[in-house]
């Protein structure tokens, strides 16, 4: 066992001084080793704390730092709702729901109501009877072209490889996910034996470098993805075009990460830093992409097939939905990203300066597909920092019909947000290779967590949408959720996030500023756009 031999040592220390001096110092001493060395082996046996388990003893700073930060960090340093990525009171809700434990708050809520950016949920004066609503409200994912529909959880593990996760980060998420009956999304790099071992429900992800549907050369390759997606635990395929934390960049596996087993799923070279090419190879143009899509379809046996995108370029969209209406294939459903969402690995301007946001990119998906009348057929599903009932709320409001969440799910297995996910010093092992590390991951306990942490999370959102008065989350509108702009002034998110009229864009006749400039220079034959100059009309 780590460490053993340095207790050992103090042990044998103390019990000379006891011996040799009989001292009251020299049996303090002893008392105290023999107090140290029992806690290390509590630490090391037991499951539920992955630091105590990797950093013996000296792991309960931790705990005596969080026993101490109402008292210290409140008044000295910061609010709990100020930290980033996700604030100290957000982290402690999904542990305490990953824990199944008391989720209330006292003495009412810490943040400013009257603060630029509150946002809050419209409720009705006749709440629903809880007891007349489905506690797992569910979305039935595939199109007309589809002949394997997947009945979908409205939330789900969003996409994280394993490389990028440890394999026991693996295996518990996707046993909390058979657990719960929701879906794991393995991320772009490769279905691994981990993602397997428990049975539950596979979101195939691949992106640029084609990890585990590809040939030597790293092109894509037909008959591999054929046989992947064959596999019965793999419900839905899903194209990587970009996502939120780094558009436009390829992914990144540091060299320390890739070790002969993710070599090999991957098709890689191990221990050599791996960069996936930004662009895809199989397509250049947006109706090469559907005619793409459509392949994959006939491949994988008529199973959903879609792709994540981070909004960038509106036109590009607008042209991937005008290949859709001209050619007639329709991607099953689309995943939104937002610029705020997570990653191992990206730029520091990636991460912070390039993406649009989430709601942005979300309301505007929505309003092409409406406004090409194509909504009905694709299922819309949102990712970035949806970790509660009132952002699953905010999303669906939007036009999501799912949700998406990775760091969520993360800290249900006990990620700590130290920030080192790109250094494989991960010290609770999530986010790691090194087996030392992993070894502080109980996959029993993290596996319920995860299922805990999913239930409680839904429940949450079907307690928001009773609150409302309304049976079926198909019932939110962007009218039910407002944000404050000013001291005095508030909106609602139909307001700021404005609808568009359906079938609007067939002709792009009447669209506001944004949408008819893209419109115009959006082309089904590239993804380049044209950037004509058009006269519009003031909003």
Avoid at 55 to 76: S, T
Avoid at 110 to 128: F, R, T
Avoid at 189 to 200: A, F, I, R, W, Y
């Amino acid at each position: 066992m780590r460490h053993f031999t340095a207790y050992l040592l103090v042990l044998i220390i103390a019990a000379i001084i006891y011996v040799e001096y009989f001292t009251v110092a020299g049996i303090l001493i002893l008392v105290l080793a023999i107090g140290l060395l029992g806690l290390y082996i509590y630490d090391v046996t037991q499951k539920k704390h992955a630091i105590l388990r990797n950093f013996p003893i000296f792991g309960h700073g931790r705990y005596i730092a969080d026993w101490l930060h109402p008292k210290i960090y409140q008044y000295f340093v910061e609010p709990d709702h100020d930290g980033r990525p996700i604030s100290r009171n957000d982290r402690t809700v999904i542990y305490q729901r990953a824990k199944s434990i008391n989720d209330t708050t006292p003495f009412g809520t810490q943040l400013d109501v009257y603060e630029e950016g509150y946002e809050w949920m419209a409720h009705s004066i006749k709440p629903v009877n809880p007891a007349d609503i489905n506690y797992d409200p569910r979305v039935i994912i595939g199109g007309p072209q589809c002949s394997q529909p997947y009945n979908a959880s409205i939330y789900n593990i969003s996409a994280m490889s394993f490389g990028s996760l440890s394999s026991a980060a693996v295996e518990a998420l996707n046993a909390g996910a058979r657990m719960g009956n929701f879906a794991q999304n393995t991320g772009e790099g490769g279905l691994s034996d981990h993602h397997l071992k428990e049975k539950g429900d596979i979101i195939f992800q691949f992106g640029t470098g084609y990890f585990g549907v590809r040939n030597l050369d790293g092109s894509f390759s037909e008959e591999n993805f054929e046989k992947l997606a064959s596999r019965p635990e793999i419900k839905m395929i899903e194209m990587k075009l970009s996502q939120g934390a780094k558009p436009g960049h390829g992914g990144i596996l540091p060299a320390v990460k890739a070790t002969p087993e993710i070599a090999k799923i991957r098709g890689i070279e191990p221990y050599k830093a791996v960069l996936s090419p930004p662009g895809h190879t199989a397509f250049s143009t947006p109706k090469e992409m559907l005619f793409f899509i459509q392949k994959l379809r006939e491949r994988s046996g008529g199973k959903p097939i879609g792709f994540k995108i981070c909004i960038g370029l509106e036109s590009e969209f607008i042209a991937i939905c005008k290949a859709i209406q001209e050619t007639g294939i329709l991607p099953d459903f689309i995943t939104i990203d937002g610029g705020e969402g997570g990653t191992g690995a990206a730029p520091l301007e990636f991460s912070n300066s390039v993406g649009m946001p989430l709601y942005e990119g979300l309301t505007f998906a929505y309003n092409c597909l409406i406004g090409f009348n194509i909504k009905k057929q694709i299922t819309l599903i949102a990712a970035g920092k949806i970790y509660n009932g009132f952002e699953i709320f905010k999303a669906i409001s939007l036009g999501a019909d799912a949700c998406y969440s990775a760091r969520g799910m993360m800290m249900a297995l006990g990620c700590i947000q130290a920030l080192q996910c790109n250094q494989n010093t991960c010290p609770t092992g999530v986010a790691t290779q090194d087996p030392k590390l992993m070894k502080g991951l109980d996959f029993g306990d993290k596996s319920v967590r995860v299922f805990q942490f999913h239930k409680n999370t839904v429940h949450s959102f079907v307690e928001l949408l009773t609150a409302s008065g309304m049976k079926h989350y198909d019932q939110i509108t962007r009218a039910h959720v407002h944000r404050r702009i000013a001291t005095n002034l508030t909106k609602r998110f139909d307001q700021i996030y404005p609808y568009i009229p359906e079938g609007s864009m067939l002709n792009a006749y009447g669209l506001p500023r944004k949408y008819s400039q893209a419109w115009h220079s959006a082309s089904s034959e590239s993804f380049e756009p044209k950037f004509i100059s058009v006269y519009i009309e003031e909003d």
